[in-house]
């Protein structure tokens, strides 16, 4: 079996945390790498609607919307039980330098749900990617 984890470089994009209200994650640089990944983990939800959304810049100044032709899949939106607990892995066909992860909660939850994200930098220029 050959390992493949050097050929990868996760960065914290959300950190997990129980979340009643929005968040804006932080902004990773693609520099040097050629492919990306999304992985949103969630766990419990007790309330609120959570919606990941994925958002590009080519500054990291001026934010927009990652438009769905960009991105293998949809984000997640939990807002039920049965919606949590899940991992998913969503890959990110756009070339902007910069990305983020935003959630974005409504319904003003009393304790809301655990949400986070890393991305998977890929393709690096130069090996070991980490």
């Known amino acids: 079996m050959r390992e493949?984890?050097?050929?990868?470089?996760?960065?914290?994009?959300?950190?997990?945390?129980?979340?009643?209200?929005?968040?804006?994650?932080?902004?990773?640089?693609?520099?040097?790498?050629?492919?990306?990944?999304?992985?949103?983990?969630?766990?419990?939800?007790?309330?609120?609607?959570?919606?990941?959304v994925a958002e590009e810049s080519s500054d990291n100044a001026s934010w927009t919307a990652v438009p769905a032709a960009s991105l293998t899949k949809?984000?997640?939106?939990?807002?039920?039980t049965g919606k949590g607990n899940q991992s998913t892995l969503i890959g990110y066909l756009g070339d902007a330098r910069y990305v983020r992860i935003k959630s974005n909660v409504s319904g003003s939850p009393a304790t809301g749900a655990v949400v986070g994200a890393v991305v998977l930098l890929g393709r690096a220029r130069a090996k070991p990617a980490v």
């Open 4 to 52: 493949f984890a050097s050929n990868f470089k996760p960065v914290v994009a959300l950190s997990p945390a129980v979340r009643a209200g929005s968040a804006t994650g932080n902004a990773v640089d693609r520099l040097g790498f050629e492919a990306l990944s999304f992985l949103v983990t969630t766990g419990d939800w007790t309330n609120g609607t959570h919606t990941l």
């Open 74 to 80: 949809a984000l997640p939106v939990v807002d039920a």
